[in-house]
């Protein structure tokens, strides 16, 4: 099947038939949010609930099978007319964090929703199964668990997750019962691994580097693994015009001396350290503080490397603890390994943007996807998008161009029209 068949007939007046339509939907599902000055669109939220609802009138437009499963995933579906074909899964998410842009996750589904209507009504016979997923939880908001809705697709959801609760003490079990979908059916929807033929990611890069390229794409070659830790150091709290310095244990120094030291880590190792997180709980101006709390996040697409610094970081935030007469307790509350994408997709991928014309950027995600879920399951290939306004993500400033969709789009739809099925 030549790449030549797939060229749309009809060319938008801007030149971009699928960026145009794709930045189209994207002000569209921006409509339902949970707060009127931005977009918020959490798992099972009333806006959640109606961003589904028309992601699947959209999928039934294009031609696809639909339906809305247990889990509140959006999954269209085209089959091949071979009986025995597997299946390929294009998917992202549609939940969003606080305060959010409208393109990281969605854009990866609309992507895949306009090049699965483009692959439908030119009746183009693939030797796949394609199915468009719309995940529902990718980002944790609400019961601050990741992966709900394609855990669930890759089978390995976790039954306990049910019992979590939101602020408001609602369980996930229960969210879901009152939005009309029976947990009890989860266990179904894992798909075959034998059946799979690969899964597919678009995704905004969510960071500066394809834009200070000058690039539209790059091929994400792993992503990166991740260790979290929550980090209290406890000192002396003291007056601050009575306490000595020589003679104070003071627990937010030691913290910003952590701070520095996992900073230069990051560089020396050629990883992401970040402290995200620092608290003094019932600090004052006038007061030496006793108490600072704080988060440690450690990323690398190399476990090894990751590991390595990760307990090189651990024996000097001892150290710092015991030279400044404080102790520092570290709770673990992650670590996920690195996720490499298969060398097939990646080459594919490559393969694709050459015919375009453009240059090949090979680059690493510091950021987690609904992709992490399928890792040892099928092959997995991502696709990134340049963002604008210097890379910034999980904010209203998150931008990309239509230009730069179309051509994920016709990179995506490249792709699936010289990938076998094996």
């Known amino acids: 099947m030549s790449r030549a068949s797939f060229a749309p007939e009809v060319q938008h007046p801007s030149g971009a038939i699928f960026g145009d339509r794709i930045m189209v939907l994207a002000d569209g599902l921006a409509k339902w949010s949970e707060s009127p000055e931005g977009l918020t669109c959490t798992f099972l939220s009333a806006a959640h609930r109606a961003v589904a609802n028309e992601i699947a009138e959209l999928m039934t437009a294009a ?47 609309l992507v895949g929703l306009v090049v699965a209507e483009h692959i439908v009504q030119n009746r183009l016979d693939l030797p796949f199964n394609l199915e468009v997923a719309a995940f529902s939880e990718e980002e944790g908001v609400r019961f601050s668990t990741s992966y709900v809705g394609s855990s669930a697709v890759a089978g390995r959801f976790n039954a306990d997750l049910l019992d979590r609760r939101d602020k408001h003490g609602t369980s996930l079990a229960e969210a879901l019962r009152a939005a009309g979908h029976d947990p009890k059916t989860i266990p179904s929807l894992a798909r075959d691994r034998a059946g799979l033929a690969g899964y597919l990611e678009v995704h905004i890069e969510q960071g500066p580097v394809l834009l200070a390229e000058n690039l539209p794409v790059g091929v994400v070659t792993e992503i990166a693994g991740n260790s979290r830790f929550l980090v209290r150091v406890e000192g002396e709290a003291g007056h601050a015009g009575t306490v000595p310095m020589a003679l104070r244990h003071d627990a937010a120094a030691a913290a910003a001396e952590i701070t520095l030291m996992v900073e230069q880590y990051g560089k020396e190792f050629g990883l992401l350290g970040t402290v995200g997180r620092l608290a003094v709980p019932n600090g004052a101006i006038n007061l030496v503080p006793g108490v600072c709390e704080m988060s440690l996040d450690i990323r690398s697409g190399n ?120």
């Open 63 to 109: 031609g696809l099978d639909t339906a809305i499963d247990a889990t509140a995933n959006v999954v269209g579906r085209y089959n091949s007319k071979r009986p025995s074909a597997k299946t390929i899964i294009v998917g992202s998410h549609y939940d969003t964090v606080r305060d959010a842009g409208k393109y990281d996750g969605r854009l990866g589904i």
């Open 303 to 422: 476990d090894a490397t990751r590991k390595t610094a990760v307990a090189g970081i651990l024996a000097n935030i001892a150290r710092i603890a015991d030279r400044r007469g404080v102790t520092a307790t570290c709770l673990e509350v992650l670590d996920e390994a690195a996720v490499p994408c298969s060398t097939r997709f990646q080459n594919a991928f490559a393969a694709a943007i050459a015919r375009a014309g453009l240059s090949v950027r090979r680059l690493p995600s510091g950021a987690g996807h609904d992709a992490v879920m399928f890792s040892g399951i099928t092959d997995i290939g991502m696709l990134f998008v340049r963002c604008g306004n210097g890379g910034v993500s999980h904010s209203p400033r998150e931008t990309v161009e239509a230009r730069d969709a179309d051509i994920a789009a016709r990179i995506l739809l490249d792709v699936l029209s010289n990938l076998d099925q094996a």
